[in-house]
């Protein structure tokens, strides 16, 4: 049981970290961007 609650709490962690990396991505594209019109 513990170990069902721990993997699942590691997928959650992991899709957490996926959807901030993508974000910062998206930032630091964004900012490029405007460097580029700049």
């Known amino acids: 049981m ?3 609650d721990a993997l699942s709490l590691v997928k959650t962690v992991r899709m957490l970290i ?3 990396l993508i974000f ?3 930032k630091t594209k964004r900012k490029s961007l ?5």
């Not at 405007?34 to 700049?38: A, I, L, S, T």
């Open 2 to 4: 513990f170990l069902a």
């Open 24 to 26: 910062e991505r998206s």
């Open 18 to 20: 996926i959807c901030a």
């Open 34 to 38: 405007n460097r580029f019109d700049g």
